[in-house]
């Protein structure tokens, strides 16, 4: 199994995943800044031009941060981190999909069509007076999921799961892009807060992220 990543919020959010598995997989390096997943050989291995892919040993490649982690967990169960039986698994799906259109792909097009547009007009179909609206509704999807966390340690309860990985990497990464934390947030901030402290936090970050001047 080959983890094909770069920089970015998005294969962060792989690796910081198999961390908190303790599972090592083989890497190679894609640079998105120079664009190269959007052109061959990348594009024939996945054709959102999009990073990160897994690699199989069997050569088939599967794109999608979602899809990757989920597979990983099917070949390396332990810890559980998106349930041990199908209703828990369930709920874990529910709540990252939730996370996911309710809040970081708003935060993420309010990203690339606003603070990054130069860099993304080309690259893909930006709609630039959506930006501000993007970023509101975002604010609106973390405010919603703040009154539901309930002094919860994590977004679905007691145990780390995926959602909470996804959200910290949007936001640890688009906190210095134009969409700051809400300090007023008191789940959600104290919540940001504890994931910053994991090992598997700093671990996970690119090292070209410094450089970059994003954290990714
Ligand atoms: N839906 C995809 C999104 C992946 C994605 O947006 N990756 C970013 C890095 S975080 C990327 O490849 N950006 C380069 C570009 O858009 O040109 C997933 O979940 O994996």
């Not at 664009?35 to 024939?44: M, V, W």
């Not at 874990?92 to 993304?120: D, K, P, Q």
């Amino acid at each position: 199994m080959k983890l094909i990543q770069s920089f970015g919020p998005n294969p962060r959010v792989v690796r910081m995943f198999l961390l908190e598995k303790g599972v090592e997989v083989a890497s190679e390096e894609v640079d998105i800044l120079d664009g190269e997943t959007h052109r061959t050989p990348y594009l024939d291995r996945n054709p959102t031009g999009l990073s990160p892919s897994l690699e199989l040993d069997d050569g088939t490649i599967l794109g999608e941060t979602v899809a990757i982690c989920e597979l990983i967990e099917d070949f390396h169960p332990k810890p559980v981190i998106l349930g041990a039986d199908p209703i828990a698994r369930a709920r874990s799906r529910m709540w990252y999909r939730r996370v996911e259109l309710l809040i970081t792909e708003h935060m993420y097009n309010a990203f690339r069509y606003g603070h990054a547009y130069e860099l993304f007009r080309d690259r893909t179909y930006c709609i630039p007076e959506a930006a501000e609206g993007l970023k509101e509704k975002a604010r609106v999807g973390r405010h919603w999921l703040d009154s539901l966390m309930h002094n919860h340690e994590f977004i679905t309860g007691d145990t780390l799961n995926l959602a909470d990985i996804i959200l910290y990497c949007c936001w640890d990464f688009t906190k210095d892009l134009g969409q700051p934390i809400e300090t007023e947030l008191k789940n959600l901030y104290p919540w940001y807060q504890r994931m910053s402290e994991r090992p598997s936090a700093q671990a996970s970050v690119h090292p070209a992220s410094e450089k970059i001047g994003m954290v990714g």
